[in-house]
């Protein structure tokens, strides 16, 4: 079990970029259109801009605000299935015979966007990168979780998806529509995450649980579950 404080939160997708957007979702949550849009991401230089993919704008949209003024602040950053849009465009150009771009090969491993993130805010505090299946939010929360407990006076928790290439819809079916949520975490009580263990019935969700917890943060309920595998993690607002 462990406690903590959501001190801010940010999210985006397609068409949704600010509280009141997400609040009228929340309400009454839809599948979204499929769309090319990306985030703002002005902050940032232009010739940095052009290197990001959608995953890592939808990332540095959520985590730049939440960061700000802020120093030392460690990164858990966390996505199940990460570029897969730029990881089968060097698969298409192996199986073509075509030469790899070292460029593209090293922003499509699942550590780039925290390498960017540590260059771009010249931030070399903790930072961590998990790919965790289907209950990914939960380990995360455990890492920042474990950081706040070593003395961090915040932990920055980002969780993304991308739409994936039509090429994986056979295999990937948990991203309805490309999105991002972040968290600024703060040691204190005000939430609560308890594991149990038990024989869990399969089940699809429609929405992520990065989703479902938000839907849990903005229609003001007290708790949420989420089961995966043998596992049952309880979320409890305890103020």
Same mark, same amino acid.
């Given at each position: 079990?462990?406690?903590?404080?959501?001190?801010?939160?940010?999210?985006?997708?397609?068409?949704?970029?600010?509280? #009141?957007?997400?609040?009228?979702?929340?309400?009454?949550?839809?599948?979204?259109?499929?769309? #090319?849009?990306?985030?703002?991401?002005?902050?940032?230089?232009?010739?940095?801009?052009?290197?990001?993919?959608?995953?890592?704008?939808?990332?540095?949209?959520?985590?730049?605000? =939440?960061?700000?003024?802020?120093?030392?602040?460690?990164l858990v950053f966390v996505s199940r299935h990460g570029e897969t849009p730029r990881t089968l465009d060097i698969?298409?150009?192996?199986?073509?015979?075509?030469?790899?771009?070292? &460029?593209?090969?090293?922003?499509?491993?699942?550590?780039?966007?925290?390498?960017?993130?540590?260059?771009?805010?010249?931030?070399?505090?903790?930072? &961590?990168? @998990?790919?965790?299946?289907?209950?990914?939010?939960?380990?995360?929360?455990?890492?920042?979780?474990?950081? @706040?407990?070593?003395?961090?006076?915040?932990?920055?928790?980002?969780? &993304?998806?991308?739409?994936?290439?039509?090429?994986?819809?056979?295999?990937?079916? #948990?991203?309805?529509?490309?999105?991002?949520?972040?968290?600024?975490?703060?040691?204190?009580?005000e939430w609560q995450l308890a594991l149990h263990t038990a024989t869990v019935q399969p089940t699809n969700t429609?929405?992520?649980?990065? =989703?479902?917890?938000?839907?849990? =943060?903005?229609?003001?309920?007290?708790?949420?579950?989420?089961?995966w595998k043998n596992r049952v993690w309880n979320w409890q607002r305890k103020h």
């Amino acid at each position: 079990m462990i406690n903590f404080n959501i001190a801010q939160w940010r999210a985006w997708a397609p068409g949704l970029d600010s509280v #009141d957007a997400w609040r009228d979702w929340c309400q009454a949550p839809t599948l979204l259109a499929q769309s #090319d849009a990306a985030p703002d991401v002005s902050f940032l230089p232009a010739m940095q801009r052009r290197r990001l993919s959608r995953l890592a704008r939808m990332a540095f949209s959520v985590g730049w605000p =939440l960061a700000e003024g802020l120093q030392d602040l460690p990164l858990v950053f966390v996505s199940r299935h990460g570029e897969t849009p730029r990881t089968l465009d060097i698969l298409s150009d192996l199986a073509n015979d075509q030469p790899l771009s070292p &460029t593209q090969f090293s922003l499509s491993v699942h550590n780039a966007v925290i390498g960017l993130w540590s260059i771009l805010r010249n931030e070399t505090s903790e930072m &961590t990168a @998990l790919a965790a299946a289907g209950d990914g939010l939960e380990h995360g929360m455990l890492e920042a979780a474990a950081l @706040l407990n070593e003395g961090a006076p915040a932990v920055l928790l980002v969780i &993304t998806e991308e739409q994936p290439p039509q090429a994986y819809a056979s295999w990937i079916n #948990d991203v309805p529509f490309p999105y991002a949520l972040g968290l600024l975490l703060t040691p204190g009580d005000e939430w609560q995450l308890a594991l149990h263990t038990a024989t869990v019935q399969p089940t699809n969700t429609q929405w992520p649980h990065a =989703l479902n917890l938000l839907r849990t =943060l903005l229609t003001e309920q007290g708790a949420c579950q989420h089961a995966w595998k043998n596992r049952v993690w309880n979320w409890q607002r305890k103020h």
